[in-house]
């Protein structure tokens, strides 16, 4: 976090833990319970590399067991520490609770930068974590299921799942200790672009409700509105991706870690992507103006900021300079609490993040349900949707024969009729139907109880009523 003075990030999640049970009715016993982080196992390890040994520092966080698995993603970064973990898993928590994935929550991380070293070594490094951690039942189908964070990807968690298969020879439900695997190793379409695609469809559906959008000053719909986004990594490159391709949105600005871009008119994010795989950084593109600077870029006036990188961002050194009238957390925790403060009194609208990311961990539900039902979702029924959508076509080309040509049926239809959803398309509408459905829950709180001022108090309140729920189910 950018200021010393504000408090850590755990302690940024407890204080919006804190304003929120204050607005509800929980024994005082059970508030302390949900709020604190069950345990975390911090490890040391060695592996031999470039001819001497190199120690690295893991941890796995769990943060609540009133459902098991546990789940949260593992990061790769030289800031991890004990903090954050324990900040996002308890994150974690309530963000299964919100989307109703029947997850408790979890996080891991690992003190590396993973830029320094080749792929043989990252390999080397990631068995070795994966295996300290499944050695504790830290990673297991039934008990703890990691995914992809911040420096993690597709790579990483075959990784993660071949080891876990070579420690348990005999378990049929090895695939389901991790989410987030190459579609080719156990994954699911769509979970690449998942979290991205959730920003999306929380977008839309902020969107869909009048009232809403004039809480943020704002009106219209997405079209054409200015979005600034901070990280093109996974998370960040596909919200932006889908936002200007599919909705009309103008990405006008994009933060990076070696400086900022930023064009009125709206950069080409498919072609800034390119760049940075090919350049390492934002540096050096030519089709927008340059930022050596990159966050000052965050206080730029636009319509939509999307923190997408890492937490923290918007604190008390920035909070009040920021223009944007809507803020989306793609990332965990960008906003500390103080600077939450700031922008509520200032009336801008945060979607928070233990929704707004949690695109991610809806679809490795579905990842993990998959692989313990041993099936591709759609496998069974795409063909018999398909056939009977053929009854219908044909009654429909016999009316249209019948009545020459007063009535025929448009070209499109019969094509996109006819054809049974896969596995995509169905992930697709199961992460768009819980995206939806957890807005509205947060909403009707929002909008019916004038004490909660906002969509993330609001979001707690949902989520820790239903964690509250399954301890009063245990006994607790
Ligand atoms: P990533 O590693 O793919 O991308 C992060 C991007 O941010 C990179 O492009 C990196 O260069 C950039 N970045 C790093 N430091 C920066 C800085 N100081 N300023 C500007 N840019 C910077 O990570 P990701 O998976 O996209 O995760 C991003 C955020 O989203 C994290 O907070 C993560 O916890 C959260 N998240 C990720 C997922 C997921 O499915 N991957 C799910 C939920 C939440």
Not at 307 to 334: F, H, M, R, S, Y
Not at 376 to 403: I, N, P, S, T
Not at 454 to 463: F, S
Request: aromatic share 8%; hydrophobic share 35%.
């Amino acid at each position: 976090m950018a200021n010393i003075n504000e408090p850590s990030f755990r302690e940024s999640v407890d204080l919006m833990f804190n304003r929120a049970v204050a607005l509800m009715d929980l024994p005082s016993g059970l508030e302390e319970k949900i709020r604190v982080c069950n345990a975390t196992y911090t490890v040391r390890f060695g592996v031999r590399l470039r001819g001497e040994i190199k120690t690295f520092t893991g941890y796995r966080s769990v943060h609540s067991e009133h459902m098991e698995p546990v789940k949260g993603g593992i990061r790769y970064a030289l800031g991890v520490n004990q903090d954050e973990v324990e900040a996002l898993a308890a994150l974690m928590t309530f963000k299964c609770a919100l989307v109703e994935t029947p997850f408790g929550g979890s996080k891991g991380g690992l003190c590396i930068d993973p830029r320094e070293y080749e792929e043989h070594e990252l390999e080397l490094i990631t068995r070795r974590f994966a295996y300290e951690l499944a050695k504790r039942d830290l990673i297991n189908p039934s008990q703890n299921v990691p995914a992809p964070d911040m420096g993690t990807g597709e790579r990483e968690m075959s990784w993660i799942a071949d080891q876990y298969a070579r420690m348990n020879t005999t378990d049929i439900n090895a695939k389901a200790c991790v989410t987030g695997k190459p579609p080719h190793a156990g994954g699911i379409a769509g979970r690449v672009e998942a979290t991205g695609r959730g920003v999306q469809y929380a977008l839309r559906e902020f969107f869909r409700h009048p009232e809403d959008i004039a809480k943020a000053g704002l009106s219209g719909t997405l079209d054409g509105k200015r979005i600034i986004v901070q990280g093109l990594g996974n998370v960040g490159y596909h919200a932006a991706k889908f936002l200007s391709e599919q909705d009309g949105s103008k990405v006008t600005g994009i933060i990076e870690r070696d400086g900022a871009l930023t064009d009125p008119n709206g950069i080409d994010v498919e072609a800034v992507h390119k760049w940075i795989g090919q350049h390492g950084g934002v540096k050096g593109y030519a089709d927008a103006t340059y930022h050596e600077d990159g966050s000052k870029v965050l206080e730029e006036e636009c319509d939509i900021l999307i923190p997408a990188a890492l937490e923290g961002v918007i604190n008390l050194t920035n909070a009040d300079q920021i223009k944007a009238p809507l803020i989306i957390e793609a990332a965990n925790g960008p906003i500390t609490s103080g600077a939450d403060k700031v922008l509520r009194e200032k009336g801008t609208v945060v979607i928070p993040d233990l929704y707004a990311n949690a695109g991610g961990v809806t679809v490795s539900y579905f990842e993990w349900v998959k692989n313990l039902s041993h099936i591709r979702f759609g496998r069974m029924q795409r063909r018999q949707e398909e056939a009977r959508h053929q009854l219908v076509v044909d009654e429909l080309e016999r009316l249209d024969r019948y009545l020459g040509d007063a009535w025929s049926m448009t070209p499109q239809f019969k094509d996109q009729y006819l054809r049974g959803a896969d596995e995509l398309e169905l992930v697709r509408s199961g992460l768009d139907d819980t995206m939806r459905t957890a807005y509205q829950a947060m909403r009707e709180i929002w909008h019916s109880r004038d004490e909660v001022e906002d969509l993330r108090m609001a979001g707690y309140i949902v989520a820790i009523t239903r964690v509250s729920a399954s301890y009063r189910a245990k006994g607790l």
